[in-house]
């Protein structure tokens, strides 16, 4: 009778276990493929819908703006070009001509802002997609749950309740990362858009050399923020490979713990990675 009770709550407590693990796997399989498919996406195609508002806002509001500036910034350089060759006496016809190309140089790299920057997404783009080809193969984690049903009908019902209960508090912790996850590449994105639609501001300073740091600081910017969804693609493809080291079937309670402090550490280096790139880029 006894034993006929235990074994009936024994069986209930795996399927539990199981299924929090199931449920565990599946949410981390499942979050491993949009964050792949999510930094792959260039930032017209992600969501052409907020892409197309952000450049109707920086054609109707921020070019006409990047337009007086580039009025002024042109105009200074002129004053200065003029000064600086002996307060007028040593003029010539070349600097004029200097000058004007600079000024046509100034005008088209503002009237194709949008072509140059989605240029640098997608060179970015490439990189992304070429390595996801190469790491794709790992970018799943195992499970192996008939041999773990195996293991865990060793065990006495009282440590499989103490199982569940990890499994389950752990399994509610999964996707709360997830969400974290959720954040980190899509506020990337938001990011993105947000500093795509200020870009005729900075682009309009390039022709002159002090003015020309903003323009050379957001370029940086602009960088890092693409190429930081390459490091994403890495630091996933670290996390997967790491995930499949775990072996549950010898222990299982520290293989839940183990699986937990790998995906803490993914959330970790997934929001440095947006620091890493500026650094790596020299951005500001």
């Known amino acids: 009778?006894?034993?006929?009770?235990?074994?009936?709550?024994?069986?209930?407590?795996?399927?539990?276990?199981?299924?929090?693990?199931?449920?565990?796997?599946?949410?981390?399989?499942?979050?491993?493929?949009?964050?792949?498919?999510?930094?792959?996406?260039?930032?017209?195609?992600?969501?052409?819908?907020?892409?197309?508002?952000?450049?109707?806002?920086?054609?109707?509001?921020?070019?006409?703006?990047?337009?007086?500036?580039?009025?002024?910034?042109?105009?200074?350089?002129?004053?200065?070009?003029?000064?600086?060759?002996?307060?007028?006496?040593?003029?010539?016809?070349?600097?004029?001509?200097?000058?004007?190309?600079?000024?046509?140089?100034?005008?088209?790299?503002?009237?194709?802002?949008?072509?140059?920057?989605?240029?640098?997404?997608?060179?970015?783009?490439?990189?992304?997609?070429?390595?996801?080809?190469?790491?794709?193969?790992?970018?799943?984690?195992?499970?192996?749950?008939?041999?773990?049903?195996?293991?865990?009908?060793?065990?006495?019902?009282?440590?499989?309740?103490?199982?569940y209960m990890e499994s389950g508090i752990l399994s509610l912790g999964l996707k709360a990362m997830s969400i974290i996850i959720f954040i980190i590449v899509y506020g990337r994105m938001i990011e993105i858009y947000l500093t795509v639609s200020v870009a005729p501001i900075p682009f309009s300073t390039m022709v002159n050399n002090e003015w020309g740091q903003m323009g050379k600081s957001y370029i940086k910017s602009l960088f890092a923020l693409a190429f930081q969804g390459f490091l994403i693609m890495v630091c996933v493809a670290i996390y997967s490979v790491l995930l499949q080291t775990i072996t549950v079937m010898s222990d299982v309670r520290a293989g839940i713990w183990t699986c937990v402090g790998y995906t803490v550490l993914l959330c970790f280096t997934l929001f440095k990675t947006g620091s890493l790139s500026k650094q790596v880029f020299g951005a500001h």
Request: charged residues 15%; hydrophobic residues 50%.
């Open 1 to 163: 009778m006894f034993d006929w009770l235990f074994d009936w709550i024994k069986e209930g407590l795996i399927g539990g276990i199981l299924g929090n693990f199931q449920g565990m796997f599946d949410e981390v399989n499942t979050k491993i493929g949009e964050i792949a498919g999510q930094v792959g996406t260039a930032p017209d195609s992600w969501n052409p819908g907020i892409f197309n508002m952000i450049k109707t806002l920086s054609d109707t509001v921020i070019i006409p703006v990047a337009g007086m500036i580039l009025t002024f910034v042109l105009c200074y350089e002129l004053i200065h070009m003029i000064i600086d060759r002996n307060n007028m006496h040593d003029i010539d016809t070349f600097m004029f001509f200097k000058w004007i190309f600079k000024t046509f140089v100034a005008v088209f790299i503002l009237t194709h802002t949008f072509d140059l920057v989605m240029g640098v997404f997608s060179l970015a783009q490439q990189v992304v997609n070429g390595s996801a080809g190469i790491i794709s193969g790992s970018l799943n984690v195992p499970t192996a749950m008939a041999d773990l049903e195996a293991t865990l009908w060793t065990k006495e019902w009282y440590d499989l309740l103490g199982l």
